[in-house]
């Protein structure tokens, strides 16, 4: 199936910025082998530039590392360390698209991205939720997608082993967005 602006009921070309009030962008990983650990970053900025041609859109994040919050201080400060993000030296997460697709009713975002200083290819699996005015005059969109990584990958690699066997930490770490942008510009 091919994207085109035909197809997306209020599609606008031009430039829209997320809505951090109505976006979440967080993070899954096993702990303990038996359960999962989930997080988000509370600080980070998107932009959308939507094309003519939807299938030529682009989308850039920064995701600001020190933001992580996964409800206990004391986890998130070890975070915080060389352990795992290092934010003296990479203070943000980053992603830049490279390609939009569709298969099937899934909507397929190709990009890089960038933790401490390792960029690595990965597809975001979701789908788009549409565009809508709000009672304020405002147009918006929203999507969703997740995408699945391997911490070790991009040198995220601390981990404790376990008494019973395993490690604490899980390889996989899946990453969710929901995200809903307010569109600002026509396409120049």
Known sequence: MTITAEAI?????GTWTVDQAHTEIGFSVRHLAISKVKG?????????????NPAESSVVVSIDVTSINTKNAERDKHLRTNDFFSPDEYPTIEFRSTGLRQEGGELLVDGELTIKGVTKPITLRGE????????WGNTKAAASGTAAI????FGVSWNAPLETGGFLLGD????TIDAQFQWQADAE
Request: without cysteine.
């Open 172 to 175: 996989e770490v899946t990453l």
């Open 128 to 135: 788009f939720g549409g565009i809508a005015t709000d009672p």
């Open 9 to 13: 009921p209020g599609y606008r070309a």
């Open 40 to 52: 988000v970053f509370e600080s980070f900025d998107a932009t959308v530039t939507a094309a003519s």
């Open 150 to 153: 391997n911490r070790h990958d």
